[in-house]
Structure formats: C-alpha cells, structure tokens
T-cell receptor, first 113, second 111 residues
Framework: KAGVTQTPRYLIKTRGQQVTLSCSPI?????VSWYQQTPGQGLQFLFE???????NKGNFPGRFSGRQFSNSRSEMNVSTLELGDSALYLC????????????FGPGTRLTVT | AQSVSQHNHHVILSEAASLELGCNYS??????LFWYVQYPGQHLQLLLK??????LVKGIKGFEAEFIKSKFSFNLRKPSVQWSDTAEYFC?????????FGAGTTVTVRA
C-alpha cells in the first residue's frame, strides 16, 4: 500500500503571498489531519477532516484553512504568509475513528522570505 | 485543554545501554496513547500505541511502553539501544480526532 503523499515537498514563498499544500491519504483512509512542525513550537495540530467535514481545529489564525475532497484527498491553504509560517507541514491519515493511529507523510517544507 | 509533557529534552547514551523516556499527560477522559519516532531525514513513524487492555505494550524495534493510569504516564523503554536508535521521540495523546504531542526527546546513541 502506498503511504501518505504530500506535494510539493519544498516551497519558497515571500511574505504576503498565499500557498496551497496537497495531501493524498493512504488508500481506504478517510480521515486527514494537518500538523505544523517548528523547532520552537514542536508539533501542533491544525485541523482534521473526515468525509469533507472539519471535525476539529487547532489554535491557528483564520489565515490557515483546509478542505477535503470526496476522494479523501486534502488541501491546506495559508493566506497572507508571514515569516513565522516557515515550518514543516505534515499530513496524516487514519481510518476515521477516534483514537485510530495516524500515518504521517514526509511533509512539505515551507520557507517564507 | 490536554497537554503532554516529556521529561527529557536530550538524552545521550552508549550502545547497549538501557533507555527510558518519560511521558505524562493531563486529560481526565479516555485516552489513546502513542509513541512516534522521527529518524534523521525521515518522516514520523509509529513505534507503539495503547488503546486499552494490557498496560504494557510492545512496539517495533524492541521498544515497549507502560501505561500507568494513576500517574497519567506512558513511559517508553528499550533494554539495549543501538546506534540506529538515534532519533527524536514523541509521545502523543489522541482525543477528539487530534493528536497532542509532547515537545519531543532527542536521543543520541554513541557507537
């Protein structure tokens, strides 16, 4: 079975721009979660989607948004980029039940200059 | 809000030494607990998980963890580490469809 895939793997943007990151879950997994990883803040939860519905959201500003498509693929968008948004953005998929283990992708490394 | 605390920021060991990493969480309800590992240049991988039942759980690569409900702890152990265990280790709690992670412990194993 193919793992979680994320595209692009690396991205460089300038302040004020917006960015869209993509995630394809493991086949059969219907839940997709997004996390931000930085050296200072560690791993922080952004949001989780199941069946195109957001079930939970972390404490991030409204500039961070996401969506899920009917095939379970997900995208996250960050508008009006700030320098502090530079991070590794991780996508994880799971079967869908509370407590199911999550399988992580390799991440998208976003650098904001 | 739930939180996860990992006791050690950086642990340095020699090969064949025993490893124990502490993890405490604060959440009053039913929790699902995980340890993930991130090897240099690789993505997060699941080491082991606790859902219910036997509080001593075994994972991959010889790791095990013990859930002590009264102490809100889920400590990770390995009796004898190898150089290849050099990595960052994260404890996590799953509630309400999200994982809350500890800050992580960097483990360096000297050959």
């Amino acid at each position: 079975k193919a793992g979680v895939t994320q595209t692009p793997r690396y991205l460089i943007k300038t302040r004020g721009q917006q960015v869209t990151l993509s995630c394809s879950p493991i086949s059969g997994h219907r839940s997709v979660s997004w996390y931000q990883q930085t050296p200072g803040q560690g791993l922080q939860f952004l949001f989780e989607y199941f069946s195109e519905t957001q079930r939970n959201k972390g404490n991030f500003p409204g500039r961070f948004s996401g969506r899920q498509f009917s095939n379970s693929r997900s995208e996250m968008n960050v508008s009006t980029l700030e320098l502090g948004d530079s991070a590794l953005y991780l996508c994880a998929s799971s079967l869908a039940q509370v407590g199911d283990e999550q399988y992580f992708g390799p991440g998208t490394r976003l650098t904001v200059t | 809000a739930q939180s996860v605390s990992q006791h050690n920021h950086h642990v340095i060991l020699s090969e064949a030494a025993s490893l124990e990493l502490g993890c405490n969480y604060s959440y009053g309800g039913t929790v699902n607990l995980f340890w993930y590992v991130q090897y240099p240049g690789q993505h997060l991988q699941l080491l082991l998980k606790y859902f219910s039942g036997d509080p001593l759980v075994k994972g991959i690569k010889g790791f095990e963890a013990e859930f002590i409900k009264s102490k809100f702890s889920f400590n990770l152990r390995k009796p004898s580490v190898q150089w290849s265990d050099t990595a960052e280790y994260f404890c996590a709690v799953n509630t309400d469809y999200k994982l809350s992670f500890g800050a992580g412990t960097t483990v360096t194993v000297r050959a």
